[in-house]
């Protein structure tokens, strides 16, 4: 299958600082990828829907501003968390649409985010 | 009401026993439907496609019923691996763009 990759795995930040994480597509080319949240013991959250070229697509409640999401290649979409608070202590997860009219999204690994 | 409901869980079975799971969508523009699974800790992982003529893959089984908005997924003679969190995922097209729905997840442990 289609392989989608994050980076960092794991990062420890202190609060008000920034965090960036990357999602790649690895083996495919894709226009469209996903970033999730998910807290302990609750299912994955859509937070946005990115596509190359364009603004991402926020959903309601999460705020554009606090969560700046760039998809500058067809490859790369990278979600940064700005003046990262406790709360946002969080495992974030994208994923990645195979093909234009695909329904199957391909999930990197997660980045596990703990705001001190 | 949640778009995407499941059973709540967590199921705890033995080994070799047959355990199904449901889940209902509310979103009548809901256009293709999915389990995964998801271990502790890792990424989701697709599991099975679900379409209304039911498919099959080894021990598993997945139905859709899209009448009653209702999919459900069947695992037989169970195995220790089996044991993780299933999710149950809606594709919806909304307002020309296309969203996928989780549910919160079915969390399954098989004892020995």
């Known amino acids: 299958g289609a392989v989608v990759s994050q980076h960092p795995s794991r990062v420890i930040c202190k609060s008000g600082t920034s965090v960036k994480i990357e999602c790649r597509s690895l083996d495919f080319q894709a226009t469209t990828m996903f970033w999730y949240r998910q807290f302990p013991k609750q299912s994955l959250m859509l937070m946005a829907t990115?596509?190359?070229?364009?603004?991402?697509?926020?959903e309601q409640g999460v705020e554009k501003d606090k969560f700046l999401i760039n998809h500058a290649s067809l490859t790369l979409s990278t979600l940064t968390v700005t003046s990262a608070h406790p709360e946002d202590s969080s495992f974030y997860i994208c994923s990645a649409r195979v093909g234009e009219g695909g329904h199957e999204q391909y999930f990197g690994p997660g980045t596990r985010l703990t705001v001190t | 009401r949640k778009e995407v409901e499941q059973d709540p869980g967590p199921f705890n079975v033995p080994e070799g026993a047959t355990v199904a799971f449901n889940c209902t969508y509310s979103n009548s523009a809901s256009q293709s439907f999915f389990w995964y699974r998801q271990d502790c800790r890792k990424e989701p992982k697709l599991l099975m496609s679900v379409y209304s003529s039911g498919n099959e893959d080894g021990r598993f089984t997945a139905q859709l019923n899209r009448a009653s908005q209702y999919i459900s997924l069947l695992i037989r003679d169970s195995k220790l691996s089996d044991s993780a969190t299933y999710l149950c995922?809606?594709?919806?097209?909304?307002?020309?763009?296309?969203?996928?729905?989780f549910g919160s997840g079915t969390r399954l442990s098989i004892r020995p």
């Open positions: 990115s596509n190359e070229g364009s603004k991402a697509t926020y």
């Open positions: 995922v809606v594709n919806i097209l909304d307002s020309s763009a296309s969203k996928i729905i």
